[in-house]
């Protein structure tokens, strides 16, 4: 089925390889949420874009024009990360502490070691 679609594009475009780049992009536009122009619920993305293409929907010339702003999606708020990033700080000011514990009982224990009369 998805075959005599690429035959019916074919009409619209002038090669194979601008018809892949044109579907490609799409399908990248319909995951980007852009409106769809053919519902075909079963049809994978693809076939649906070239469905779309097929139909006259979508050609080279208006692409770009499709590619209007869709709505933006909400910024996430940075509080969490920087919230996360000292905490992190923090934990890391902590191992330095413990590993400056850890390095003066090494050297107290080699003090010891190398002036206990033996």
């Known amino acids: 089925m998805a075959r005599v ?11 194979r390889f601008a018809l ?20 075909a619920p079963k049809n994978k993305e693809v076939v649906r874009a070239l469905r779309e293409i097929s139909a006259g929907y979508v050609t080279i010339d208006n692409i770009r024009e499709l590619e209007g702003a869709p709505e933006p999606l909400e910024e996430p708020k940075l509080e969490a990360p920087t919230v996360a990033l000292a905490e ?7 191992t330095d502490e413990i590993h400056d ?18």
């Open 5 to 15: 679609t690429v035959e019916d594009c074919l009409d619209r475009v002038n090669s």
């Open 20 to 39: 892949v780049h044109l579907a490609v992009r799409r399908v990248l536009q319909m995951r980007k949420g852009y409106p769809v122009f053919i519902e």
């Open 88 to 94: 992190l700080e923090e934990s890391a000011s902590d």
């Open 101 to 118: 514990d850890i390095a003066t009982e090494d050297a107290d224990d080699s003090i010891e070691k190398n002036t206990d009369p033996a």
